[in-house]
């Protein structure tokens, strides 16, 4: 791996040379297999094909200064990898299995960690699928856990840069009472139609409205929302909102920095008084934005006047790259060095 340019990487996919595999049959889950192979063999009535049961996860792993490599908050990728098995009727996986998948494979995969200059990481994505052949609607018999990994570029090639977002109030990502909060492939194909939309007009992301109302805002695509107001860091609360993990360790430094932190229903009208806003999650960590216009009823909310991200954006996003890194101590437990 000496010739790579790490820093150039995009976020997409290049093999590596190990995945992990484990089974789930008659009831109980098999041991955690090793393979070469990027190819999954399934049979052609399997649940995942036709009704959607998959669910997946997705976190990284960093190379510190000290050559040490850091895993984040790799528990939480677990219990969430659990409710989202509950919400689509799947084999729920042990998180210690989830855990002591994702050690294997990074630890199998090593050289393939960018190292601490490059600002790149390993990107680690989990997956679940239902088995087993079969054609009536009901939960699988069996299912398939995997974890692979691929190397992703830094987030932001041109510096920590805003963007602009747009609310397109014609799409809903996920309905009030269904799979919003948790983490299946289903949400995203919901997303793709207005997604596309989006970047074709130029936009970074959509910002969905709660699909009820269409009063309050919910989250990006892929991306948890927040703002800043004064001293406190505002982030929605909904029924259709996923838990990002990446919020939740920012609402715990907010606090750490003297913020307050709200986590409430925001009318859309709210971001009119916002001195910061910015999506959240882990390929990012932060994505500031510049703008928020709600094409629908041609209202532009200007957000970063001077086309830089705001002072506590910057500082968060600062703070929990350099614990992700090792830069700083971990003082929440929140990293797992892999050896
Ligand atoms: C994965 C995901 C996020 C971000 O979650 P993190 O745990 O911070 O990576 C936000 N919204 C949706 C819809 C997601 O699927």
């Known amino acids: ?41 399934i049979h052609m009535a399997a649940t995942c094909l036709h009704y959607g049961q998959e ?101 932001f090639k041109g510096g920590f840069k805003p963007s602009k977002v747009c609310i397109m109030r014609e799409y809903d990502r996920a309905a009030p009472q269904g799979t919003g909060t948790i983490k299946v492939g289903g949400n995203y194909a919901a997303s793709l139609v207005a997604g596309e939309r989006a970047h074709e007009l130029g936009y970074a992301a959509v910002l969905y409205l709660d699909p009820k109302e269409k009063k309050y805002l919910d989250e990006c695509g892929p ?13 929605p609360q909904s029924h259709s909102i996923l838990p990002s993990i990446t919020n939740k360790s920012l609402q715990q430094l907010a606090v750490d920095m003297g913020l307050t932190v709200e986590r409430r229903p925001i009318p859309v009208e709210e971001i009119a008084t916002f001195d910061e806003a910015a999506e959240c999650g882990t390929a990012a960590v932060i994505a500031p934005i510049s703008q928020i216009d709600d094409l629908d009823i041609n209202k532009s909310y200007v957000i970063a006047k001077d086309g830089k991200p705001g002072p506590v954006c910057e500082k968060l996003y600062n703070k929990l790259r350099a614990i992700q890194y090792g830069d700083e101590p971990d003082t929440y437990g929140w990293v797992t060095v892999i050896e």
């Open 1 to 41: 791996m000496e010739n790579m340019n790490w820093s150039d990487l995009a976020f997409g996919y290049m093999k590596t040379d190990y995945n992990v595999r484990c089974y789930y049959r008659d009831g109980k889950w098999g041991e955690l297999e090793v393979s070469s192979s990027e190819i999954i063999n």
């Open 55 to 155: 669910s997946f996860e997705g976190l990284k792993a960093f190379k510190g200064k000290d050559g040490k490599i850091r895993v984040f908050r790799m528990d939480e990728n677990g219990k969430r990898m659990q409710s989202s098995s509950r919400g689509i009727k799947m084999a729920e996986l042990p998180v210690e299995m989830f855990e002591e998948a994702v050690r294997k494979v990074v630890k199998l995969n090593e050289r393939f960690v960018p190292p601490y200059e490059s600002g790149a990481a390993l990107y680690i994505r989990p997956l679940m699928i239902g088995l087993g052949a079969q054609v009536g609607v009901k939960p699988a018999p069996e299912y398939m856990f995997m974890v692979f990994v691929t190397p992703v570029g830094p987030y």
């Open 223 to 235: 991306a948890n929302f927040f703002g800043i107001r004064g001293n406190s860091y505002i982030t």
